[in-house]
């Protein structure tokens, strides 16, 4: 390897082109084993490629609220959005902000894009209802009397469905309600005032002392009859059969659903269990609340949602809880519905107005998350469908089939110019190229579950576009040895002496396409996005081909007996490059001889 | 091709070659021509602007064996808007029909697919909103906009702003051509062709820089030196480095144009062939553009410079000085002032490359102060 070199010594990874060329092919290698080991041995395919729909979103505020636009609301209508299209029994589903005023939902093949779109479009709806009867989320096997006008006794206690093979606890607010809990783990109350300590038993629910089976107060709580509730039998029977565990069941829930309804939804319970309720007639709707936040409760060490109400709100809020508070579990809770779905059922102790505070088993994210869906349930934002893209599988195939085919003959036409071009010197151009293919092929693959980066058409043509800006590198570093060897060095100095010169070259115009690349990528929206990252990714690879793969690769061949010695094949013979031979002859070059005087 | 590598040898040394920048009035002449026929191109002809920029939806159907004729007229019947269709190289058809709302689209869709006889899954939609196109067209005038203050910053700092101010030219003159091309052709205008639009921007400026860093190296000791002036000395570079910017292009232009000509080819049409169109159109004129406007736009700012201008003096007075010492002119470059037209384009001349004609009168030697 250590050929002594004549003349300068170049410094740094130049100097030593067998150790880079190791470095660099390790890196490759290592890449290419991540990607095997990963299991991730291809890129992942964007909608337009494999088959599904994307719709894309744009938000609009409403009238008056012009700065709900930003981030936090973007990303609880994502949360939402998400929550929806995977309640459709699509696990697959993608859902992005893109830019700052756009969602992009991703759907896989496979599932009713009509059905999507129907709840992907629609704003979300945020309700308190008071709860009437819980049970756990599987179909019940015995008639659970459930409260209702008509029947008059009910502890609220329905039997152990054992839809999900697992039995929660029996609804009874019982103080041993943990983390294992019910909905009753959340209890709603005043907010503590900020010093003063609040009495410590508060994340278990006492039960209010209030004697449960007062009649009078189950018609407070269940009267109001709707315009609309269906019959009592009906409303039970849709209880009774309701398999809160299967998602499409519970997307059924929620359609022309009105406020003022008697609904059955389902929620998870604290303890991550699907349970069923009956519920009320909304009373306060997402609008009334004014602003909620999930919060370190400081004295108690323990998480809580803190809410504050609008005016309006207040009075609803005042009137249905001194209504709950008077009532026994479990109709003294108030379920807080999100698009049909119980997201919280904390029971009311006391009778509230401008401010509560949620306290129950929560964690940091599950009581920021509430208080998002709270402060943003009803969200301020309306979101008007811009594009709908359904690609059937076989097109996005077919799609897929010609990028790659066009990829392959732009590869070989490069391939070709540069054989007929260069000669020999395209063995480094080739290899360089294959280097570039290995290095983009592997870090796609790895970069799919890494960042979420989903091959698409443009992608592809991104690619295929770098095949040029890549070769481009290699033209100016040959280009630059030959000029060198026109000017009569030999090939080892020319090809030191060319690359400080063609890395400038390389590096500006690369920055250059770096940057298009980057403010594509940062402005636009969508499938363009897909093809800036491309670019620019390639964009950095193709400098670190050339840096630590053409060059030393560069270097290592110019010790050849090929290369170094201008065979007329190797696209470095001097004559052919109309070197100046080292004698003087002159062909009307240079030499001006005049007379030196001023 | 060792032909081809004598030449490049000869216009490297400046043994041949052309001079651009004496006859730079003739290609601005030819640049505004074109620029003012692409700009009346957009202005009489407008763009035709496609279905993601009125809103609408556009169908993909399988393969079939559907007439042409029928398939508009069951789109048509569907959906009681006009419709567009074509047939694609692989039997599949493409039927846009405009001003479809999104919600009015799944029905057209079922429609279309009863009346074609195929299953419903297999036909691909793609539902635009009105305001989609107007999104896309928002973000790419932003980043347009972006991109430009930032790279002649940074074309400012890596050369100087001479050569920023020149690439900015050329880079609106590239995108004007384009979108002329567009307009002049009816070319349908998609998001792929913004995609397309804005990846010139990277490109056309690439084969720029690479003439630019030459004319950067060659001016480097310029003042030190009598021989000849800053515009011929660009003219050199630019000789120097035309082999190389011609490899680059072809080279950048071999794979779009094989996902032009092969990917529009299998699908007939799409985004591939969307962006590689305006990709095509666009690098064509970044090519042309860096070498026959940038440059002699860089030699004419930099004339302006009181040191070029100094240079120049020395220059031309050291030439007349040679002049009269012998007439035999062995080293002269550059155009003594009477120089006798020529008519070759390009002619064995001095060593400065620039050949010893004068355009025809067009405009003014380089080498004459006004």
Redesign the interface.
């Known amino acids: 390897m250590a050929a002594p070199k004549r003349g300068r010594r170049p410094t740094g990874a130049q100097g030593k082109p067998g150790r880079t060329l190791a470095f660099i092919l390790i890196v490759m290698a290592a890449l290419t084993g991540g990607m095997f080991l990963s299991g991730d041995t291809s890129p992942r395919l964007g909608i337009d490629l494999a088959g599904g729909t994307t719709i894309t979103l744009k938000a609009k505020a409403e009238p008056g609220k012009e700065n709900a636009v930003n981030e936090t609301n973007m990303n609880t209508a994502v949360g939402i959005i998400e929550r929806r299209v995977n309640g459709l029994g699509v696990s697959e589903a993608e859902v992005q902000t893109q830019g700052s005023s756009n969602i992009v939902v991703n759907i896989p093949k496979g599932t009713n894009s009509e059905e999507a779109r129907k709840q992907v479009g629609t704003t979300a709806q945020l309700y308190f209802r008071p709860v009437l009867n819980v049970a756990a989320g599987g179909p019940v096997k015995q008639e659970t009397p459930a409260p209702s006008p008509s029947s008059s006794a009910s502890t609220g206690t329905a039997d152990k469905g054992k839809g999900d093979g697992k039995a929660s606890p029996p609804p009874k607010a019982s103080p041993d309600a943990t983390a294992q809990g019910r909905a009753v783990t959340e209890g709603l109350k005043a907010p503590s005032p900020g010093t003063s300590g609040s009495p410590a038993a508060d994340s278990a629910d006492k039960p209010a002392d209030k004697p449960a089976d007062k009649p009078a107060d189950k018609e407070a709580a269940a009267k109001t009859p709707a315009p609309s509730t269906p019959a009592a039998s009906d409303l039970e029977q849709r209880f009774t059969a309701l398999n809160c565990t299967k998602p499409e069941e519970r997307s059924a829930l929620n359609e022309n659903v009105k406020p003022e309804d008697t609904i059955v939804a389902c929620g998870k319970n604290s303890a991550d269990q699907w349970e069923k309720y009956i519920l009320g007639p909304a009373e306060v709707d997402g609008k009334d609340v004014d602003e909620a936040k999930g919060q370190l409760d400081q004295q108690r060490g323990m998480w809580i949602v803190t809410m504050d109400f609008t005016k309006s709100g207040s009075k609803k809020f005042e009137k249905i809880t001194s209504k709950l508070s008077q009532q026994q579990a479990p109709l003294n809770q108030f379920a807080i519905v999100l698009d049909g779905e119980v997201m919280s059922a904390p029971s009311v102790q006391q009778t509230l107005s401008a401010n509560a505070e949620i306290s129950g088993s929560f964690d940091r994210d599950s009581a920021q998350s509430l208080g998002n869906i709270l402060s943003y349930g009803a969200l301020p934002l309306s979101f008007e469908e811009q594009s709908v893209d359904t690609v059937s599988a076989a097109l996005g195939g077919e799609q897929l089939r010609a990028g790659l085919i066009a990829g392959a003959i732009g590869l070989a036409l490069v391939i070709i110019y540069l054989v007929v071009y260069y000669r020999g010197l395209s063995i480094v151009a080739i290899l360089s190229l294959l280097a570039s293919a290995v290095l983009t092929y592997s870090l796609m693959s790895l970069l799919g579950p890494g960042i979420g980066f989903a091959l698409n058409l443009p992608a592809v043509c991104g690619a295929i576009v770098a095949i040029g800006i890549t070769a481009d590198s290699f033209i100016v570093y040959f280009e630059r040895i030959r000029d060198e060897i026109r000017e009569g060095r030999t090939l080892r100095p020319a090809v030191e002496r060319a690359w400080p010169r063609a890395r400038r070259t390389i590096l500006v115009s690369d920055f250059v396409s770096f940057l298009a690349a980057a403010v594509l990528f940062a402005v636009t929206v969508g499938k363009v996005q897909g093809f800036a990252f491309t670019l620019g990714l390639t964009t950095l690879l193709d400098v670190v081909v050339v840096f630590f793969f053409t060059k030393p690769l560069m270097t290592l061949l110019a010790r050849t007996k090929f290369f170094g010695n201008g065979h007329p094949w190797s696209g470095l013979d001097p004559a052919r490059l109309g070197a100046k031979p080292p004698l003087r002859r002159s062909r009307r070059t240079t030499a001006p001889t005049e007379p030196k005087e001023a | 091709?060792?032909r081809?590598?004598?030449i490049?040898?000869?216009l490297?040394?400046g043994?041949i070659g052309y001079d651009f920048v004496r006859h730079r009035k003739f290609w601005y002449a030819v640049s505004i021509l074109i620029t003012i026929a692409a700009i009346a191109g957009v202005a009489i002809r407008g763009l035709n602007m496609g279905i993601?920029f009125k809103g609408g939806a556009v169908f993909?159907t399988?393969s079939t064996k559907v007439s042409v004729t029928d398939a508009r007229e069951y789109a048509e019947e569907a959906s009681g808007h006009p419709a567009i269709v074509q047939k694609l190289g692989?039997g599949?058809m493409r039927i846009q029909v405009a001003e479809l709302n999104?919600s009015q689209?799944?029905q057209v869709k079922s429609d279309l697919a009863r009346d074609m006889k195929m299953d419903i899954?297999?036909?691909?939609?793609?539902?635009?909103?009105p305001?989609?196109g107007k999104?896309?067209a928002n973000?790419?005038w932003?980043?347009l906009a972006?991109?430009m203050v930032?790279?002649v910053i940074?074309?400012a700092i890596?050369f100087e702003w001479r050569m920023a101010l020149a690439a900015l030219i050329a880079l609106i003159h590239d995108l004007t051509i384009t979108v002329g091309v567009y307009a002049l052709v009816g070319f349908e205008v998609t998001?792929?062709t913004?995609?397309g639009l804005?990846?010139i921007?990277?490109?056309s400026?690439?084969d720029t820089?690479?003439v630019f860093?030459g004319l950067k190296?060659g001016s480097k000791d310029i003042t030190k030196q009598t021989?000849f002036t800053y515009s011929e000395m660009a003219n050199r570079s630019l000789n120097?480095?035309l082999?190389?910017s011609i490899?680059?292009t072809?080279?950048?232009?071999?794979?779009?144009?094989?996902?032009l000509f092969?990917?529009g080819g299998?699908?007939g049409a799409?985004?591939?062939n969307d962006?590689?169109l305006s990709?095509f159109v666009g690098l064509a004129a970044g090519a042309y553009s860096s070498i026959f406007i940038a440059t002699p736009l860089v030699a004419d700012f930099k004339e302006y410079d009181p040191q070029m201008k100094a240079l120049r003096k020395r220059v031309l007075a050291k030439r007349a000085k040679?002049e009269q010492?012998d007439g035999d002119q062995?080293?002269q470059d550059g155009d003594p002032q009477d120089t006798v037209p020529g008519e070759a384009a390009v002619a064995a001349a001095?060593?400065a490359g620039v050949v010893e004609q004068r355009g025809r009168g067009r405009g003014r030697s380089s080498g004459r102060r006004r």
């Open positions: 091709m060792s081809l590598g004598t490049g040898a000869r490297y040394r043994e993601e993909t399988p692989n599949t999104t689209a799944a899954d297999k036909i691909g939609a793609e539902l635009v909103g305001s989609w999104q896309i973000k790419a932003t980043g972006i991109f930032l790279v940074y074309l890596a998001p792929g913004v995609i804005l990846t921007l990277g490109y400026l690439y820089v690479v860093d190296e021989r120097g480095t082999v190389r490899n680059t072809i080279v950048a232009l071999l794979p779009v144009a094989g996902l092969i990917g299998f699908l799409g985004m591939l962006i590689s990709l040679g010492a062995t080293e001095g060593p």
